[in-house]
């Protein structure tokens, strides 16, 4: 199977940056789209950015001019920037990845979700 590890997630103040990780590892075949999604307690999940394996990429409105997804193909790690930060982007933040993997007996396709890191931005 395929885990997805989580760094860099804290506590800072509204205007501060953060720099989100996410590393994928296990019998790797192909990594195709990698994203963010957050919930904020009480809330649904919902989709932050994603970018799929030949550069394009999906913000969310909220994050929009904030916010940089990057990738780093070689890795199979995709990076969150998120600058301005606002109290209300406040919420765990997970890691998302689609693509296939191998065993003994073929390929076969994975999406995975990291355990999720937590950001906290006061006022």
């Known amino acids: 199977q395929v885990q997805l590890v989580e760094s860099g997630g804290g506590l800072v103040q509204a205007g501060e940056s953060l720099r989100l990780s996410c590393a994928a590892s296990?019998?790797?075949?192909?990594?195709?789209?990698m994203g963010w999604y957050r919930q904020a307690p009480g809330k649904q999940r919902e989709l932050v950015a994603t970018m799929s394996s030949g550069g394009s990429s999906n913000y969310a409105d909220s994050v929009k001019g904030r916010f940089t997804i990057s990738r780093d193909n070689a890795k199979n790690t995709v990076y969150l920037q998120m600058n301005s930060l606002k109290p209300e982007d406040t919420a765990v933040y997970y890691c998302?990845?689609?693509?296939?993997?191998?065993?003994?007996?073929?390929?076969?396709?994975?999406?995975?979700w990291g355990q999720g890191t937590q950001v906290t931005v006061s006022s």
């Open positions: 998302n990845a689609f693509g296939s993997y191998s065993t003994t007996y073929g390929s076969y396709p994975f999406g995975s």
């Open positions: 296990g019998s790797i075949l192909s990594v195709n789209a």
